[in-house]
């Protein structure tokens, strides 16, 4: 019986080295956003998303439809607007910084925020995200300042659609391939058939649906999981 237990003890170490040589490489071989499990993070921050920007563009549209015009409406209101955007703004983005960190340290108890970084954005995730963000800045401005403005967003709709096709394959979640097919789907429409649309809302029933559409679905395709 005092022979085995050394044995054992022996095997719980090599147990906890090759734990630790497996976490070296998932964290190597990729972004450890492939390994980790985003969905519960991504529902929450998704709905906070579609349903603030569907509120703060009906009130826009509202105070213009009041005022006459945008210029009309009055700067305090505009003010108290913006910083309300901006406030959302912070607390959706520090929603979602701090669930990812969370799921991180499910895969690596001992990562510091800074190694989280380093470790997400990965020089493969970098040179796949990075051509989609100039894209989504570049195109639609060169369209505004070109004057094709009311071609500005529909295309900035599609590339984006683009980039969920993209992201689903690191994340593996179903909802942004839905959330991708319905930018794609009211991008095509708004270029084609509804170019007159006002922008707040195109802005309402792409974006702010699209997001709201990936948050239900993903729930939905969630039910029941722990």
């Known amino acids: 019986m005092k022979e085995e237990q050394p044995d054992k003890q022996n095997e719980i170490s090599k147990l906890e ?12 071989s990729g972004s450890i956003l492939q390994y980790m499990d985003v969905s519960q993070t991504l529902r929450p921050v998704t709905f906070l998303t579609g349903a603030l920007m569907i ?71 970098l040179t796949m995200l990075i051509p989609f963000l100039i894209s989504l800045v570049a195109l639609p401005l060169y369209f505004s300042f070109s004057g094709f403005d009311k071609m500005a967003l529909p295309l900035l709709m599609i590339i984006f659609a683009l980039l969920c096709f993209s992201l689903s394959t690191i994340f593996y979640l179903r ?17 084609i058939w509804l170019p007159e649309l006002y922008v707040l809302l195109q802005l309402i029933f792409g974006f702010g649906v699209g997001f709201l559409i990936m948050a239900a679905s993903d729930y939905l395709f969630n039910k029941g999981k722990a």
């Open 175 to 191: 909802a942004m391939i839905y959330f991708g097919c319905w930018l794609l789907l009211t991008g095509f429409v708004y270029l």
């Open 55 to 125: 509120l703060f563009c009906t009130l826009f549209y509202y105070f213009i439809l009041q005022h006459g015009s945008y210029a009309a409406i009055p700067s305090q209101i505009k003010l108290v607007l913006y910083l309300a955007i901006a406030l959302s703004f912070i607390l959706v983005g520090g929603l979602k910084i701090r669930g990812l960190f969370a799921r991180a340290r499910e895969i690596n108890a001992q990562i510091t925020f800074i190694q989280f970084f380093d470790v997400v954005y990965t020089h493969r995730f």
């Open 17 to 28: 080295e090759d734990l630790k040589l497996i976490k070296k490489a998932v964290t190597r």
